[in-house]
């Protein structure tokens, strides 16, 4: 019954911003690990930001100063903040959970689209 579901991506001209939101449902993101992943045509999936069980994050040098992700435990939902986007971030984004001792779960994706 666990179902991940993305929303808040768009078409946005180089240098603007976007939020994407991935909300979770027959599971807790408060005690899991949650992830931001893209995929651009031709390329294989990448990480771009995750968040841990305490807090802590990492994120991808390419994204580093312009991305933030976040939790917000009471909607139980995780956010990916996208600021001074570039074309070359064009790509489907999805958000994972990573249960310990359970299989990952993955979102249906969301298309971000950075072009002029």
């Known amino acids: 019954q666990v179902q991940l579901v993305e929303s808040g991506g768009g078409l946005v001209q180089p240098g603007g911003s976007l939020r994407l939101s991935c909300a979770a449902s027959?599971?807790?993101?408060?005690?899991?690990?949650g992830a931001w992943y893209r995929q651009a045509p031709g390329n294989k999936r990448e990480l771009v930001a995750l968040?841990?069980?305490?807090?802590?994050?990492n994120y991808a040098d390419s994204v580093k100063g312009r991305f933030t992700i976040s939790r917000d435990n009471a909607k139980n939902t995780v956010s990916l903040q996208m600021n001074s986007l570039r074309p070359e971030d064009t790509a489907v984004y999805y958000c994972?959970?990573?249960?310990?001792?359970?299989?990952?779960?993955w979102g249906q994706g969301t298309q971000v689209t950075v072009s002029s």
């Open positions: 027959g599971i807790l993101f408060s005690t899991n690990v």
């Open positions: 968040i841990s069980r305490g807090g802590t994050t």
């Open positions: 994972k959970i990573e249960p310990w001792g359970a299989p990952d779960y």
